[in-house]
Structure formats: structure tokens, C-alpha cells
């Protein structure tokens, strides 16, 4: 029984893996879709923390901009949410109020 609870356990953390793994993923398409930086966007949310290897790992899956299709700021605040990323929420929540400030503001 052990083997069995075991296996369960184990798929049961590798489907959280995944789902965290979608989560970057949009995090990073949705930097990659605005023009920012997803690792710098990170390092201000989490300064303490010097390389996030599975940021780097999903870097590579992004698309450009115009292969990629739109993700709206409250999607990408909802998953962050969902996975309790709030310090990476606020950080997204800055750039997009700077965003807004420069469409708003242009060439200031």
C-alpha cells in the first residue's frame, strides 16, 4: 500500500510542478508580449534569490511578441495569485502602472 500512496504522491507533485511551470510560462510570455525583462521583473520581486533556473528553463518556450497571442495583466495577476506569488504581483502590478503612465504621458 505504501508503493501505491507513494505513486500518488509523487504524481500529485509533479502535476504541481507542471502547473507552476504554465504559471513562469505566462509570466514570462506576458513580459516577453510588453517588452520587459522577466528575470529583472523577478530579481526586483525577490532580491534575495540569485538565479530562478526553472525562470531560465521556461525562458526558452516563449514566442515573440507576434507569434504569441495576448495575455491581459488580469490573467497573469490571477495565476499569480492562484500560486501565492504576491511579491511577483506587486512587482507586474508596478510595471503596469509605469505602462499605463507612458501611454498615458508619452515622452516624458
Request: aromatic share 6%; with cysteine; hydrophobic share 40%.
Amino acid at each position: 500500500m505504501e508503493s501505491a500512496d507513494k505513486s500518488v504522491e509523487e504524481r500529485i507533485v509533479e502535476s504541481y510542478r507542471q502547473d507552476e511551470d504554465m504559471m513562469i510560462l505566462v509570466f514570462a510570455q506576458w513580459c516577453v508580449n510588453h517588452g520587459l525583462d522577466p528575470a529583472e521583473l523577478y530579481r526586483k520581486a525577490y532580491p534575495d534569490q540569485l538565479v530562478n533556473e526553472r525562470l531560465a528553463r521556461v525562458l526558452e518556450l516563449t514566442v515573440s511578441r507576434e507569434e504569441a497571442g495576448d495575455i491581459p495583466d488580469q490573467t497573469l495577476l490571477g495565476v499569480l495569485s492562484l500560486f501565492g506569488n504576491d511579491d511577483l504581483a506587486i512587482t507586474v502590478v508596478d510595471a503596469i502602472t509605469e505602462r499605463d503612465q507612458a501611454k498615458r504621458h508619452p515622452g516624458e
